[in-house]
């Protein structure tokens, strides 16, 4: 009977090492898939954004609202994916009224969104490779895809932002984002060749 029973005790010893091992071999295979083949990919705005006008749009004489913004692309996961494209739907209020909603595309990236001036001629987004366990910055100019109406612009209202990234082969929605009570902006579109511009705090919609 004790012998039995020391036999028993050896066995459930020897099975720890065996836990342990196979504990260890899951914990290395994931880390080995983590590291090669899983990318997680966050692309948010930043707390601001920039509202001016874009002279020429479209190479017409027209001068159209225009949305700068910096994008943070954060590579959560081991393995390196790359964005290739930005969208961003467009839409402003006064109170419950839709003032505009307008597709905009990413017209071209700039050094400094608080320091950009000009035409802004059309230059396509260059493909963001983000490495794994990395993140990038880069301030981007939003153009809209169809011709915004002076009229539609008010003294006060506020926007909607929402953001879309094109990411292995697929559109991604990032989120939407809003900011209140702006004025003093884009109200001038008739009234160039001196335009106004103005940074809005942004904040993202839970």
């Given at each position: 009977?004790?012998?039995?029973?020391?036999?028993?005790?050896?066995?459930?010893?020897?099975?720890?090492p065996?836990?342990?091992?196979?504990?260890a071999?899951?914990?290395?295979?994931?880390?080995?898939?983590?590291?090669?083949f899983?990318?997680?990919?966050?692309?948010v705005?930043?707390?601001?954004?920039?509202?001016?006008?874009?002279?020429?749009?479209?190479?017409?004489s027209?001068?159209?609202?225009?949305?700068?913004?910096?994008?943070?692309?954060?590579?959560?996961?081991?393995s390196?994916?790359?964005?290739?494209?930005?969208?961003?739907?467009?839409?402003?209020?006064?109170?419950?009224?839709?003032?505009?909603k307008?597709?905009?595309f990413a017209l071209?990236e700039?050094?400094?969104?608080?320091?950009?001036y000009g035409?802004?001629?059309?230059?396509?987004?260059?493909?963001?490779?983000?490495?794994?366990?990395?993140?990038?910055?880069?301030?981007?100019?939003f153009?809209?895809?169809?011709?915004?109406?002076?009229?539609?612009?008010?003294?006060?209202?506020?926007?909607v932002?929402?953001?879309?990234?094109?990411?292995?082969?697929?559109?991604?929605?990032?989120?939407?984002?809003?900011?209140?009570?702006?004025?003093?902006?884009?109200?001038?579109?008739?009234?160039?060749?001196?335009?106004k511009?103005k940074?809005?705090?942004?904040?993202?919609?839970?």
């Amino acid at each position: 009977m004790q012998d039995r029973e020391k036999g028993d005790r050896w066995r459930q010893w020897l099975q720890i090492p065996l836990w342990v091992s196979l504990v260890a071999l899951a914990v290395s295979l994931f880390t080995c898939y983590d590291l090669n083949f899983r990318s997680d990919l966050d692309v948010v705005l930043g707390k601001q954004a920039r509202l001016f006008v874009q002279e020429n749009w479209q190479e017409t004489s027209k001068a159209q609202p225009v949305v700068f913004v910096s994008l943070a692309c954060v590579n959560n996961g081991g393995s390196s994916t790359t964005v290739t494209d930005a969208k961003m739907e467009v839409s402003a209020f006064r109170g419950n009224n839709l003032l505009f909603k307008s597709s905009y595309f990413a017209l071209r990236e700039v050094d400094n969104m608080l320091e950009a001036y000009g035409a802004f001629p059309q230059d396509p987004l260059r493909p963001i490779a983000v490495t794994g366990r990395s993140s990038q910055l880069h301030d981007i100019a939003f153009s809209t895809g169809s011709y915004i109406s002076p009229n539609s612009i008010v003294d006060t209202f506020h926007i909607v932002l929402s953001l879309s990234v094109f990411n292995d082969g697929d559109w991604e929605d990032c989120g939407e984002y809003v900011s209140s009570s702006i004025s003093d902006v884009w109200t001038d579109l008739n009234n160039g060749p001196i335009y106004k511009s103005k940074v809005i705090d942004i904040t993202p919609v839970d």
